[in-house]
């Protein structure tokens, strides 16, 4: 009979480590200093999902995107402030863009760094939004995710940005189980599925890390605020144990 080699406990995690894993933030908004500090901690055998809102408010968010574009261990999904800008700079909505660039949306310093890009890059980066999920299902070890920028719809599980209609754009990019204003029913998130979100800081809820509720877990910590940054942070959840790392 042929030995049978029993893994210790710190070979499990080198092996683990080296499969990769799967890891999650959201809301980013240009926040380059954090950005880099989550992404040292990011191994090219790792998968990172984004849930949108790369940009506005801070000043890094173009460079942001051109990063997260030459990456194959990084998907990313739109949120509201990417599908602001397309509307206004793709599809050219003028409503759409004195949204965009009000001073509560912080979309001014995103066009103001985007006119300096040469037009090719603009071209690229355009594409590549449009490519986008707004929605996207995976299963992590027995665990089925649902990972969206914040809303859902019943029956939504993974969803191109192309294919979607104007009212589940609306619904997943804008609504959250956490607002009162456009809030969207916790009935619709299927309970076969755990949902990682975004979009509604913590904060809103009295709280700086991440919040759980039933099936949903809200992973944005506040990175946009940087007039509090010690009461506020990067999130950087692991799907495999649902661990969170936070970086200010």
């Avoid at 990019?173 to 009162?180: A, E, G, H, Q, V």
């Avoid at 916790?186 to 509720?213: A, C, F, N, S, W």
């Avoid at 910590?221 to 970086?247: H, I, K, M, W």
Wanted: with cysteine.
């Amino acid at each position: 009979m042929s030995e049978i080699n029993v893994l210790t406990k710190p070979q499990i995690q080198q092996t683990m480590h080296r499969i990769g894993k799967h890891y999650v933030c959201t809301d980013i908004h240009g926040n380059l200093a954090r950005y880099q500090q989550m992404m040292e901690h990011i191994n090219t055998c790792d998968h990172l999902y984004i849930l949108g809102d790369v940009i506005d408010r801070g000043i890094a968010g173009i460079d942001i995107l051109k990063d997260i574009m030459t990456r194959d261990n990084v998907t990313l999904l739109l949120g509201n402030h990417e599908e602001m800008m397309l509307q206004s700079l793709h599809y050219k909505d003028e409503d759409a863009h004195l949204n965009w660039v009000q001073l509560c949306n912080g979309g001014g310093i995103t066009e103001y760094m985007w006119n300096q890009e040469d037009p090719v890059v603009q071209d690229d980066i355009l594409q590549y939004l449009i490519s986008c999920n707004i929605s996207y299902q995976l299963q992590v070890n027995e665990t089925n995710y649902i990972l969206c920028h914040s809303g859902t719809l019943p029956g939504i599980t993974t969803l191109p940005y192309q294919n979607a209609t104007a009212e589940q754009k609306d619904i997943i990019l804008w609504y959250s189980p956490f607002r009162k204003d456009l809030h969207v029913s916790l009935e619709y998130y299927d309970l076969q599925y755990r949902y990682i979100i975004g979009h509604v800081p913590v904060q809103k809820m009295g709280q700086d890390t991440i919040v759980t509720i039933d099936n949903i877990t809200d992973i944005d910590c506040g990175c946009a605020y940087t007039n509090c940054p010690d009461q506020t942070s990067l999130a950087l959840l692991c799907l495999e144990d649902l661990s969170c790392q936070y970086f200010q």
